[in-house]
C-alpha cells in the first residue's frame, strides 16, 4: 500500500514539474484558450478494482484534443482534492486518465462539493469487493461528466503517485460537481486514510484557461 505519510520519500517525487499544484486564476498566461475537445465514443466503466487507497474504474471510450486521439484507461478517486483551485480544497477529485498509442498522458481532474447524490457513485460504491476486480453488472455512462466544460486549467505535470512520470497533460474544470453528505462518508469508511498528494512547486511553468 502506497504511504501517503512518506510523501518525501517517493522516487523521483523531486524532479522537473510535478502534480498536484494550486491553481490560482489571477497567475494565468492565457484566459481565452478553446481546446478542441471531442468525445469520439462514449465513456463507459466497465470494471471496479481496488487498488489499496482507492478504487478504480476501467473501460473504453476514446477522445480527441487538438485532433490527437486519447484512449481512456481509469478513473479513480483521491480525497480530499490533491489540487487547489483558488486556494480551496474539495472533498474529492476525480481523475479521468487517458492515453495516446503513443503512451502521451493526459488527465482530466473534476472536483466534487457536497451536495446532491451522483447515481453514478452509488452503483460504484454499491459494487466496490474489498482486494478484488470485478465486473460491473451495468456499464456506467461517464461521459456526461467530460461535457460542458467551460472553466478549465491546463498545466503540464506529472502523475501524482509513483513513479511520478512526468509529461502529463492535465486539465483541471474549475466548475464543481456534486456528491452527497452519505456518499463522501461511505467512501471515507472505505477508505480512512487522505490519498492526495501534498501541493508541488509551481517552477515558473505556465497555466492556461480556458475551455474544452
Known sequence: MLNYRQQDKWDNGNEGFQSPISLIYDD????QTDWQFDIKS???GQLIEDSNNTFRI???????INQINFQFQELHFHAPSEHLIDKQQYPMEWHFVFKTNAMQTMVIGKMATEGK??????????EYVSGEQTKLS???????FLQGLDH??????SLTTPPLTQGVEWYVDKDPFSLSELQIERYQDIFALPNNRK????KHRP???GKM
Open 138 to 144: 451495468k456499464h456506467i455512462d461517464l461521459t456526461p
Open 152 to 157: 478549465v486549467y491546463h498545466y503540464q505535470g
Open 199 to 202: 501541493i508541488q512547486p509551481m
Open 58 to 64: 476501467t473501460g473504453t471510450g476514446n477522445v480527441t
Open 28 to 31: 494565468v498566461i492565457n484566459n
Open 207 to 209: 497555466v492556461s484557461f
Open 117 to 126: 447524490s451522483s447515481p453514478v457513485f452509488d452503483i460504484i460504491l454499491d
Open 42 to 44: 462514449p465513456i463507459l
